[in-house]
């Protein structure tokens, strides 16, 4: 049988986990809870992770989105979607995605929608459309930046 936690251990362990992956702090605390720490002992070492510098929800979602966009090539409803899933305020996540740069976002946009109409079968360009809007949508791009990006694609 695992040993219980103290406040001491769960707090280094808890840290180590912060240093190792920017972490929010509805991770962190599923964490804690996961380890059987109380709910008194979660709230202080949250607090202490947040005074020294360990936990930052602005960091974590600025790193989210860029990651979101650089890596995952997801639109800014879908990065969106994913930090509110993990619980990070709204102001957090406005801040995070008013730093994505225009000009990269639809760079972003344009290059995967080439990308996927290397490989796309469509019987007109009416069904060629649909699955190109289809899929840059399911990517969380908005509306208005597919259409004009498929209307490029289409030229």
């Given at each position: 049988m695992k040993?219980?936690?103290?406040?001491?251990?769960?707090?280094?362990?808890?840290?180590a986990l912060c240093r190792k992956v920017e972490r929010c702090e509805?991770?962190?605390?599923?964490?804690?809870?996961?380890?059987?720490?109380?709910?008194?002992?979660?709230?202080?070492?949250?607090?202490?992770?947040?005074?020294?510098?360990?936990?930052?929800?602005?960091?974590?979602?600025?790193?989210?989105?860029?990651?979101?966009?650089?890596?995952?090539?997801?639109?800014?409803?879908?990065?969106?979607?994913?930090?509110?899933?993990?619980?990070?305020?709204?102001?957090?996540?406005e801040k995070a995605l008013s730093e994505i740069n225009d000009k990269e976002y639809i760079e972003t946009l344009r290059d995967l929608l080439k990308s996927k109409d290397v490989g796309l079968n469509y019987k007109n360009k009416y069904e060629h459309r649909a699955k190109l809007f289809s899929f840059a949508l399911s990517r969380g791009f908005e509306s208005e930046l597919i259409n004009e990006a498929v209307k490029e694609i289409e030229i």
């Open positions: 040993k219980q936690l103290n406040y001491e251990e769960a707090l280094v362990k808890a840290a509805a991770d962190v605390r599923t964490k804690l809870a996961e380890w059987n720490i109380s709910e008194a002992d979660i709230e202080k070492i949250i607090t202490r992770l947040k005074e020294d510098k360990f936990l930052d929800e602005a960091r974590f979602s600025s790193m989210a989105v860029r990651r979101g966009l650089q890596i995952n090539k997801w639109g800014k409803v879908k990065i969106a979607y994913n930090l509110r899933v993990k619980k990070v305020a709204d102001p957090f996540i």
